[in-house]
Nanobody, 126 residues
Framework: QVQLVESGGGLVQAGGSLRLSCAAS????????MGWFRQAPGKEHKFVTAISWGSGGTYYADSVKGRFTIARDNAKNTVYLQMNSLKPEDTAVYYC???????????????????WGQGTQVTVSS
């Protein structure tokens, strides 16, 4: 497993942008698929996006497609989530997740990832 630390959350107006970062420990980061989930108040965790190990293929939830971009820098052991055109419904705690050698697929769930960060709050005001 890896240790994950998110940063970059904050308060932004609707239509604005934020970039979240997730720094991972360990020397085998490149072998980990990385994902972002979010949890709004009173709701369950929801998948946002993921990026595979190896090819760097990506997958997005429909709700963020075209607005959010996930990217990874293996040299820095970091994955990023660029969030543009933010909406009030994007307000949530955002969690970074990692899993070794997880294949790219279209139906990620919490159970697919074994390592989680502590979360970072994103608040979008209307």
């Amino acid at each position: 497993q890896v240790q994950l630390v998110e940063s970059g959350g904050g308060l932004v107006q609707a239509g604005g942008s934020l970039r979240l970062s997730c720094a991972a420990s360990g020397r085998t980061f490149r072998n980990y698929a990385m994902g972002w989930f979010r949890q709004a108040p009173g709701k369950e965790h929801k998948f946002v996006t993921a990026i595979s190990w190896g090819s760097g293929g990506t997958y997005y939830a429909d709700s963020v497609k075209g607005r959010f971009t996930i990217a990874r820098d293996n040299a820095k052991n970091t994955v990023y989530l660029q969030m543009n055109s933010l909406k009030p419904e994007d307000t949530a705690v955002y969690y970074c997740a990692a899993e070794s050698l997880l294949r790219l697929k279209s139906d990620y769930g919490e159970a697919d990832f074994g390592s989680w960060g502590q979360g970072t709050q994103v608040t979008v005001s209307s």
